[in-house]
């Protein structure tokens, strides 16, 4: 129980371990957008936010349960599964003409090599531009899963059935992690890259149907202007 005249009570979402008001205060004073990340129990969220009249205001999304639709097999909140939703978060923002961001941690402790750095690590290999270290990356062996695949195969096989039996009953053997990893890595690139040249194409049709239309409008307005004389 705190006691005194000049105890202050802090905010409720900093008593409840949401917000630090120091750094989001830092944040909004850049006026930049903000690379969201954060880690639940299950899943990996990356998100790219703008400051807003009425608060913040969600740009491009991603998670680690959208991987599926890429054929992950794994679980959520490994490193494999962050740094492939930072990948898929970096590619959709570049889709949608954000080339830069800067990282929101929140309250997350920044320490080197965890989650948090590999979805980072994913947005930038996607291509976008966010200060960074280089220090706090995780390896490129344990975004891929390498050392859970090594680790397997030391195993007998009652003790790896055991162990990895989650990833067993997804149809994932613990070594084939690595290439599974690389096959939905690919698999993000084709979609991105499907998506990017419809919107190419799209674009180009209307372009042209603007041109069409602006040459028949001065053609009627010649043919208009000769009448006229």
């Given at each position: 129980?705190?006691?005194?005249?000049?105890?202050?009570?802090?905010?409720?979402?900093?008593?409840e371990?949401?917000t630090?008001?120091?750094?989001?205060?830092?944040?909004?004073?850049?006026?930049k957008?903000?690379?969201v990340?954060?880690?639940?129990?299950?899943?990996t969220?990356?998100?790219?936010?703008?400051i807003?009249?009425?608060?913040d205001?969600?740009?491009?999304s991603?998670?680690?349960?959208?991987l599926?639709e890429?054929?992950?097999l794994g679980?959520?909140k490994?490193?494999?599964?962050?740094?492939?939703?930072?990948y898929?978060?970096?590619?959709?923002a570049?889709?949608e003409?954000?080339d830069?961001?800067?990282l929101?941690?929140?309250?997350?402790?920044?320490i080197?090599?965890t989650?948090?750095y590999?979805v980072?690590?994913?947005?930038?290999?996607?291509?976008?531009?966010?200060?960074h270290?280089?220090?706090?990356?995780?390896?490129?062996?344990?975004?891929?899963?390498?050392?859970i695949?090594?680790?397997?195969?030391?195993?007998?096989?009652?003790?790896k059935?055991?162990k990895?039996?989650?990833?067993?009953?997804c149809?994932?053997s613990?070594?084939?992690i690595?290439?599974h990893?690389?096959?939905?890595?690919?698999?993000?690139?084709e979609?991105?890259?499907?998506a990017?040249?419809q919107?190419?194409?799209?674009t180009?049709?209307?372009?042209?149907?603007?041109?069409?239309?602006?040459?028949?409008?001065?053609?009627?307005?010649v043919?208009?202007?000769?009448?006229?004389k």
């Open positions: 129980m705190a006691r005194g005249a000049t105890y202050k009570v802090q905010f409720k979402r900093r008593r371990g949401k630090n008001y120091n750094k989001r205060y830092k944040l909004v004073d850049l006026d957008t903000r690379m990340v954060r880690i639940t129990s299950n899943h969220i990356a998100q790219l936010v703008k807003g009249e009425n608060g205001e969600t740009l491009v991603a998670t680690s349960k959208q599926k890429f054929g992950w679980n959520g490994n490193t494999s599964a962050a740094y492939l939703t930072g898929l978060f970096g590619k959709r570049l889709s003409d954000y830069e961001t800067i929101d941690i929140g309250l997350q402790p920044a080197r090599g989650k948090i590999a980072l690590k994913g947005a930038l290999d996607a291509g976008l531009y966010i200060p270290n280089e220090s706090i990356l995780p390896d490129d062996s344990r975004i891929r899963g390498e050392h695949a090594q680790y397997a195969e030391n195993m007998d096989e009652e003790e059935n055991a990895f039996a989650n990833y067993i009953r149809g994932l613990p070594e084939e690595p290439d990893f690389e096959s939905v890595k690919n698999k993000i690139d979609a991105t890259q499907w990017k040249d919107i190419d194409q799209t180009r049709i209307l372009l042209t149907s603007s041109m069409l239309k602006h040459g028949n409008q001065k053609q009627n307005l043919e208009k202007l000769k009448k006229a």
